[in-house]
């Protein structure tokens, strides 16, 4: 695929996460909706299938399939042919939505031949959004939901990562971490001595890697392929690796089993 076409794309990605994020915060702002649980017709799945339609909208005009968590899953065997796919999530961090501390987002990617080469990630609440775009790197902007996108916005972004001087900094959970992630970063404190932990929800967690507010992500518990598809081209346009914890290899999307392995950026 050409750069020209992929920075089409781009820009038809970034417009269809910005329009999610339009129909996720009309239903987060609304003041009388008590987001408890994910259940028929619950804010929560309202704020999951309005972004999904606005989403799909936008997508299907490309006449590129589109795999999203809240689409109809087809059968592998027709799966199985598509060299190129969208995978979309349009609400990613449930626990982060009815917590209602903004830490959720829309994710969007382009995979081909099972690989991510391009990905969105955009944060409704701050307007934050991340980009990246095999071999043209990547970038994170601040968006105006109410913006009439171009290139020329998208061009505008700051190049991720950026360098800083912290201490080593893993991503995960304070409270939560599994015996199998204290194992792994005990080599990392025995080489760095303290290890922060830096907290954070949804794809948001793959994005700090990228732009350089962490060296390492591991996730021992389980994902799907729309949570991470759209963080992993985003990495990986930064420059980093998103690994299978046993194979050490890429990640790779549309498999019989969506089911993730455990992974690690870095």
Known sequence: MS???LNHLSLTAAEAALKGGIEILEVYNNETAQVQTKGDDSPL????????HAIMKILEPTGIPV???????????????????????????????????????VNIALVENGRPILGVVYVPVTGELYLGTKGQGAVKL?????AELSSEHLSQGKSIPIKMERQFTAVGSRSHMNVETEDFLKTYREEHGEVAILSKGSSLKICMV?????????????????????GQAVVEAAGFSMLEKESRLPLRYNKEDLLNPHFIVL
Request: net charge negative; glycine share 6%; charged share 30%.
């Open 142 to 146: 601040i968006i105006d939901s109410e």
């Open 3 to 5: 750069n020209s076409e």
């Open 210 to 230: 990228a732009e350089g507010l962490a060296d390492v992500y591991p996730r021992f518990a389980p994902t799907m392929e729309w949570d991470t598809a759209a």
């Open 67 to 105: 795999l999203s968590e809240e689409g109809k899953h087809l059968p592998f065997e027709e799966r199985v042919n598509w060299s190129q796919l969208w995978i979309v999530d349009p609400l990613d961090g449930t626990k982060e939505f009815i917590k209602r501390n903004g830490e959720f987002t």
């Open 45 to 52: 799945t309202q704020a999951d299938t309005r972004a999904h």
